[in-house]
């Protein structure tokens, strides 16, 4: 089968939100995608295939959007998921520590109408992760959830509730989890 008829999944958040690092804690890797501390390091849309020949599924490791986005990443961003038909579910990583921005609620805003098409069904679905909490102290972890929750409720109702992670802590916290939900977002 050739690669691009996988189905396909991809990550889309505010740069240096930590997606490639959730990719990696994913595939239970720690550095076959390149991060960084500097915001804009991935500069490009990366295809990972995910099991055995010729492959289950594929990731799509994306830029970053925001102060250190660039406008030729969200049109490359944009063009995938308005011409993908393989695109099963789209990741909105979101940094606990940082919580919501306007232009996080502004690819909400986008994301949610682009999750309707012209005759009303849904080509894709649209799921939250919240991740880096182990940067949130404990006594206001609770607090810090619900802000993010009700905040996405706010631009895209339509969204799934988030998932919790940290793919800094040692094992990462919350990636079963994920992994669970990509298998079932591509029926697997
Ligand atoms: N404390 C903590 N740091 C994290 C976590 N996830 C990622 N990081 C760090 O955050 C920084 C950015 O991570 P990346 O995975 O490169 O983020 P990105 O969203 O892919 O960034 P761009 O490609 O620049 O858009 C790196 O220094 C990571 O080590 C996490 O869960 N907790
Ligand atoms: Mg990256």
């Keep these: 089968m050739a690669l691009m008829q996988l189905e396909q ?16 804690a994913v595939l239970r890797r720690s550095n076959l995608l390149s991060t960084s501390s500097k915001a804009g390091h991935t500069k490009s849309l990366n295809f990972y295939r995910v099991g055995p020949e010729p492959g289950q599924l594929l990731l799509v490791d994306a830029p970053g959007y925001g102060a250190r986005g660039r406008p030729e990443w969200g049109e490359l961003f944009d063009h995938y998921i308005s011409t993908r038909e393989q695109l099963k579910r789209i990741y909105f990583i979101i940094n606990a520590k940082h919580g919501l921005n306007n232009y996080d609620h502004q690819m909400l805003d986008h994301l949610s109408k682009s999750l309707l098409t012209d005759r009303g069904t849904q080509p894709f679905t649209l799921q ?61």
């Design 128 to 188: 939250a992760v919240i991740t880096k909490v182990d940067l949130v102290p404990s006594s206001e972890l609770q607090a810090t959830l619900k802000k993010i929750r009700d905040d996405i409720w706010k631009s895209a109702p339509l969204c799934l509730t988030p998932l919790v992670t940290s793919s800094a802590m040692k094992p990462p916290f919350g990636i079963e989890a994920v992994r669970k939900n990509i298998r079932e977002a591509c029926s697997l």
């Design 9 to 24: 999944v991809i990550i889309t958040g505010r740069a240096n939100a930590g997606k490639s690092s959730l990719f990696n």
